[in-house]
């Protein structure tokens, strides 16, 4: 196995970002990404999250301390050079509006030297790969819908096959059935790829169904919480983080209400939001749950609830 593949470990150290007019993005941020997984910046408006991905590329430098990527410092990099080695997948994907669909895949292959034939026949590859019809490649970014508009902005933030890819709300502007689709489809490249992946986003929903390493940000990027999504549903640190994540509001508290003998058990939270269904294989299910008498509706209690209430 090619080393450089292995390895790809982002680390930053004591980084500090303040802009001119005295704004304080970053106070004081450490954290080391793992190589081959997926790590999820998630906080609200001002947190610094998207300062922090932007460092890892050079497109914020950082005011003090420093972001290294396999132990070298990113400021000693020539940023164009630095950004042609790194994916970047924005929000709105960011697509030029008046080149087609495959020459906007191939950008980087081209700009570092691929010869321009050889680029489009591997960003037609990549088209296969994200899940798109070759019969868009020549077309423009006008001409297509937005779930399609975000597959080639992953595409060609695949193109030039970098080791990190970094994801700024990528599926921010889309409507929920196209974002989770898209969500799906980026697990799957994942298993397939094993790229170093830094993902941001405000939804705590999308930072556990994909992160493998979730950090959970206060404003001035303050480290709240950072764990795998189990770790932090099961022991939040403290009251932020369990508001943040929805077990002080009973969103992680769910009830199961029976609809009949045999039936699908169907889920809802303290607010009566149906959250999901137990299916019942065979038609048939017999749950053994916690709770009072009344079978038709069960609290399903659990250790994020008990942390959250304490």
Known sequence: MDDRRVRVAIEFRNVRKTYPDGTTAVEDFSLTIPSRSTTVFVGS??????TLLRMINRMVDATSGQVLIDGEDVGAIEPVALRRRIGYVMQNSGLLPHRTVIDNVAT????????????REQSMALLDRVGLDRSLAKRYPGQLSG?????????????????????????GAVDPIVR??????????????????????HDIDE???????????????????????????ARPKDDFVADFI???????????????DGDDLLLVDSS???????????????????GGSDPKSRSVSNKTDQAGDA
Do not use: H
């Open 45 to 50: 408006s001002g947190c610094g999250k998207t």
């Open 246 to 260: 929805g077990a002080k509001r009973g969103k992680r508290r769910l009830t199961v209400e029976q609809q009949g």
């Open 108 to 119: 980087v292959p081209v700009l570092t030297g691929t010869p321009k034939a050889k680029a």
């Open 180 to 201: 989770d689709e898209l969500q799906r489809e980026l697990l799957r490249l994942q298993r397939e790829l094993g790229k170093t992946v830094v993902f941001v986003t």
């Open 272 to 290: 009566g939001y149906p959250a999901g269904l137990i299916s019942a294989p065979g038609g048939r299910l017999e749950p053994v749950l916690s």
């Open 147 to 171: 779930g399609q508009q975000q597959r080639v902005g992953v595409a060609r933030g695949l193109a030039a096959d970098p080791n990190i890819l970094l994801m700024d709300e990528p599926f």
């Open 207 to 233: 930072a556990f169904l994909l992160g493998t390493q979730v950090v959970i940000l206060k404003r001035g990027g303050v480290v709240a919480q950072i764990g795998t999504p189990a770790e932090i549903l």
